[in-house]
């Protein structure tokens, strides 16, 4: 398990990180496997090996060595001593005479790590990262020289003729709208061509097809698209020798898009397939390693396929102005907005902002039960929405266990009749934990109980309209008083309150804080100390990646 701490068999270097909180068993382990395999004894190998392991599953596609020592610094630990890293440079010697680590780009693949450009690499994740960088490379290679694209007529121009497109822009700057002015001039201009969309997950898909509101346009999982194999990890049916059939791929969320995916995606693509890849490459990056988004809007290379959409069209005022100043990474006028006469957004520290989030999830509980009294799932999915609880950490003090429990008792004791018992207990807030196709359900989708002739039933919206399902059959059904910042992302709410992680939190992160306040449409508070949001906006996760470079 992740986050043990009782890596029995290491010693040295690795017993130390691993003591000291900064390596997991799970970074040790396979180090020290790849020791023995390679007859590596080194334990500055070792350790570099481990770090490139807990690297990645922060999400970074590689370990750059001038940013090693990020990895130092721990959520519940002292940092690592300066004297316990090894001199840098006698590091990097070992690290090339090692016989576990392939040297450059020409070496064999055949070593479970490679060192390019500074950075470590797990060989399967360099090879995903090359098939990305060269076929981008091959695409843009025969982009049309448009100069540098702004705004929403330059993306559909773009994406009517460029092999490949990137539209970026934050919520309500109008990207489905651009999607829909795209696929008519496809329509109107190449009625011959197929057309896919997708999105990396069920739900964003779900809501793709809805937002686009085209009976002819239904957006897939990108692991449907490319017919992924039950049971085959990371096969797929389609690949380069079965490329898909389509002219056109419109990918929508894309900055949830994964190093690994991407990379099947573009092998699977016919090479006359034109690409248009949709996405706020600010918020929150994908769960699996990679920040493919923000590579490519970040490379000089690909300057000339990127549109940026900035006019926001949907908000106004304090929030919009809040998240610009996040993005800008400007913390004085954050705070100042914050601080500000517009109750839009607000900043309150956790003893007094403990009792305005109980206000709000009062008001919504309240609605929301009564319309549960009244036998109107309309009425409490609505009223659900009106309100959402976010959370950075999912346990402890400031996660998302903990404000759940909070809230259950505050709605228990101010809401009568509300008695949260067993599993379908009416006005129970749910969240499925699973996908389920089928039956037209997703991971992260949320509804609520409302009793029915005596019965319990779930609701949710599905294609906009209530749909009722047993509680009890529905696996992976969690209730859902709050919810990560990651969970949220894609949805928005009328209110949003944010828990913030305190001070010290590697969760602290520019990109978290600017996705939990653009889930917002009327009103955002944050709770937690001013510190909490300085650090947020002056750390962008700054996932380590060799893409951007290495696209040129
Ligand atoms: N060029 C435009 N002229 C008028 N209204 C527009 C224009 N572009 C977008 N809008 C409107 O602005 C709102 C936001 O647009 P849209 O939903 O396309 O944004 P989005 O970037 O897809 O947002 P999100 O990422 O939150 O889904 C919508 O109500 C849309 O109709």
Redesign the pocket.
């Known amino acids: 398990m992740n986050g043990t701490r009782v890596a029995v068999s290491a010693t040295g270097l690795l017993a130390d990180f691993n003591a000291a909180g900064a390596l997991s068993w799970s970074d040790v382990h396979p180090a020290q496997q790849w020791g023995h395999l390679f007859g590596e004894s080194d334990e500055r190998v070792l350790l570099a090996l481990a770090l490139t392991v807990r690297a990645l599953r922060a999400g970074s596609i590689c370990l750059q060595l001038d940013r090693i020592r990020e990895l130092g610094q721990v959520e519940d630990a002292a940092a690592i001593p300066d004297e316990w890293w090894p001199d840098a440079a006698a590091w990097d010697a070992a690290l090339r005479a090692s016989p576990a680590v392939t040297v450059g780009t020409d070496g064999p693949p055949s070593r479970p790590v490679r060192l390019l450009d500074g950075a470590l690499y797990l060989e399967r994740h360099y090879a995903d990262q090359e098939v990305v960088r060269k076929e981008l490379l091959a695409r843009l290679g025969t982009a049309p020289a448009v100069g540098l694209p702004q705004g929403?007529d330059a993306a559909v121009d773009l994406a009517l003729g460029s092999p490949v497109t990137v539209i970026a822009?934050g919520?309500?700057?109008?990207?489905?709208?651009t999607i829909r002015r795209i696929m008519a001039r496809l329509r109107a201009e190449q009625p011959d061509g197929l057309v896919a969309l997708a999105a990396p997950t069920g739900k964003a898909a779900a809501r793709m097809t809805e937002?686009l509101g085209d009976p002819d346009a239904r957006a897939v999982t990108l692991h449907s698209l490319l017919g992924w194999k039950a049971g085959s990890r990371n096969r797929f049916a389609h690949d380069a020798s079965r490329p898909l059939p389509h002219d056109v791929v419109i990918i929508d969320e894309m900055s949830m898009v994964s190093m690994t995916l991407m990379a099947r995606l573009l092998e699977a693509l016919k090479p006359s397939a034109r690409l248009v890849l949709v996405g706020?490459p600010d918020q929150l990056s994908s769960v699996d390693a990679g920040s493919v988004l923000a590579d490519i809007t970040t490379a000089p290379a690909s300057a000339g396929v990127v549109a940026r959409l900035t006019h926001n069209?949907?908000f106004e005022g304090a929030i919009a102005t809040l998240a610009t100043a996040i993005r800008h990474g400007d913390a004085d006028a954050a705070l100042a907005a914050l601080r500000g006469p517009d109750d839009a957004v607000a900043l309150a520290p956790e003893a007094q902002g403990q009792a305005l989030i109980r206000e709000r999830v009062l008001a919504a509980g309240r609605a929301t039960f009564e319309a549960v009294g009244a036998g109107d799932p309309a009425a409490a999915l609505a009223a659900l929405e009106t309100h959402r609880l976010l959370c950075g950490h999912r346990t402890g003090p400031y996660g998302v266990a903990q404000w759940s429990r909070h809230a259950v008792a505050w709605l228990s004791a101010g809401v009568p009749g509300f008695v949260a018992d067993g599993e379908a207990y009416p006005g129970r807030p749910v969240m499925m934990t699973v996908n389920r196709p089928e039956i037209g359900l997703y991971n992260g989708d949320t509804g609520v109980v409302v009793p029915r002739a005596g019965r319990a039933h779930a609701w949710f919206l599905v294609g906009g309209t209530p749909r009722d399902y047993s509680p009890y059959v529905l696996d992976g059904l969690t209730s859902v008083h709050a919810m990560t910042v990651h969970k949220a992302q894609g949805s928005?709410f009328r209110h949003v309150s944010v828990v913030l992680p305190p001070a010290g939190s590697p969760l602290l992160t520019r990109e978290l804080l600017y996705t939990a306040v653009s889930r917002a449409r009327e009103s955002v508070l944050l709770v937690g100390e001013e510190q909490a949001v300085r650090e947020a906006i002056a750390h962008p996760a700054r996932r380590m990646s060799g893409l951007a470079a290495r696209l040129g």
């Open positions: 929403q822009g919520p309500g700057t109008g990207k489905t709208w937002s706020d069209y949907r928005q």
